[in-house]
């Protein structure tokens, strides 16, 4: 139990440097190397919380993934002058109050409703003896089947969508 | 020291979002907000699994993975919406594209 407590903090410390030094830094490689470790966090938080399946499709697929996408895009856009430039717009003061103004509130309620979060638990489906990915896969597989098929269709609407966007002559 | 509770992972995960919406409303370079939406539906998925994990549900974690899939088709029509900019454009600042701006 106190491993558990003390691996949360390392992990929710390095989701939310991570967070924030991605949003901060000039350099978008140097955003794009502290998003990857923001996203090895939540994935680490992912195991804690026994989703072992979602852990290794969160580095499999984000960090070996999207985040390879975007450092090739990034080695494709010529970033050296934005760099130079200012990093932040003008209603930067206007967003921060805005943010810290619905953090106070979430963080207002969920101080207040921490309580109501001891919500039902142990169903059947904990006892069954399989494993997450089985679980997974039999839910996916079943109940969920018609989403999942509209989620292949959604992304062969994304490739063909990005390579028309790229190509500079269809 | 207090045990781990659904509360505190909730609690987390309102903090990514708001990196993540400060991020998108405050920066100017266009791979950074991608990367920062990146962030918010990652937060999502952080909740998602907090009460899959709570309910002891498997409904959760497939609702994080079609979350994933919708951040890989975001990124990669993101990018080449950013390709295409670039290539006309030459500028990968948020505000410097005003051509709809009247």
Same mark, same amino acid.
């Not at chain 1, 450092?71 to 810290?100: H, P, S, Y």
């Not at chain 1, 109501?116 to 089947?145: C, H, I, P, V, W």
């Not at chain 2, 708001?18 to 918010?40: F, Q």
């Given at each position: 139990?106190?491993?558990?407590?003390?691996?949360?903090?390392?992990?929710?410390?390095?989701?939310?440097?991570?967070?924030?030094?991605?949003?901060?830094?000039?350099?978008? %490689?140097?955003?794009? =190397? @502290?998003?990857? +470790?923001?996203?090895?966090?939540? $994935?680490?938080?992912?195991?804690?919380?026994? *989703? /072992?399946?979602?852990?290794?499709?969160?580095?499999?697929?984000?960090?070996?993934?999207?985040?390879?996408?975007?450092?090739?895009?990034?080695?494709?856009?010529?970033?050296?002058?934005?760099?130079?430039?200012?990093?932040?717009?003008?209603?930067?003061?206007?967003?921060?109050?805005?943010?810290?103004? %619905?953090?106070?509130? =979430? @963080?207002?309620? +969920?101080?207040?409703?921490?309580? $109501?979060?001891?919500?039902?638990?142990?169903? *059947? /489906?904990?006892?069954?003896?399989?494993?997450?990915?089985?679980?997974?896969?039999?839910?996916?597989?079943?109940?969920?089947?018609?989403?999942?098929?509209?989620?292949?269709?959604?992304?062969?609407?994304?490739?063909?969508?990005?390579?028309?966007?790229?190509?500079?002559?269809? | 020291?207090?045990?781990?509770?659904?509360?505190?992972?909730?609690?987390?995960?309102?903090?990514?979002?708001?990196?993540?919406?400060?991020?998108?409303?405050?920066?100017?370079?266009?791979?950074?907000?991608?990367?920062?939406?990146?962030?918010?539906?990652?937060?999502?998925?952080?909740?998602?699994?907090?009460?899959?994990?709570?309910?002891?549900?498997?409904?959760?974690?497939?609702?994080?993975?079609?979350?994933?899939?919708?951040?890989?088709?975001?990124?990669?029509?993101?990018?080449?919406?950013?390709?295409?900019?670039?290539?006309?454009?030459?500028?990968?600042?948020?505000?410097?594209?005003?051509?709809?701006?009247?």
């Amino acid at each position: 139990m106190l491993m558990d407590t003390i691996l949360f903090y390392l992990f929710a410390a390095l989701v939310l440097g991570g967070g924030i030094l991605t949003i901060t830094r000039r350099n978008a %490689v140097h955003s794009a =190397i @502290f998003l990857i +470790l923001s996203l090895l966090g939540v $994935a680490g938080l992912y195991l804690l919380q026994s *989703a /072992e399946f979602l852990f290794a499709v969160q580095i499999v697929l984000y960090v070996g993934g999207i985040m390879v996408l975007f450092l090739f895009v990034i080695m494709l856009v010529n970033l050296d002058q934005a760099a130079k430039e200012k990093q932040f717009n003008r209603q930067w003061t206007v967003a921060l109050a805005c943010a810290g103004l %619905v953090g106070a509130e =979430i @963080f207002y309620f +969920l101080a207040k409703g921490a309580g $109501a979060f001891q919500l039902a638990k142990g169903t *059947a /489906e904990a006892n069954t003896g399989m494993g997450n990915t089985e679980r997974l896969a039999d839910a996916l597989f079943s109940q969920y089947l018609l989403p999942f098929e509209i989620a292949s269709l959604l992304l062969l609407v994304a490739v063909v969508g990005s390579v028309v966007m790229a190509k500079k002559r269809i | 020291m207090h045990p781990i509770t659904t509360a505190h992972y909730l609690g987390l995960s309102a903090a990514l979002l708001l990196i993540g919406t400060v991020g998108v409303l405050t920066r100017r370079n266009i791979v950074i907000i991608l990367m920062s939406i990146e962030l918010i539906l990652n937060a999502v998925n952080l909740n998602l699994i907090a009460f899959s994990k709570a309910l002891q549900s498997v409904n959760g974690q497939i609702f994080a993975i079609f979350v994933i899939t919708d951040a890989v088709a975001e990124a990669a029509v993101g990018l080449g919406i950013l390709i295409a900019l670039f290539r006309n454009k030459e500028t990968v600042l948020a505000d410097e594209i005003d051509l709809l701006k009247w």
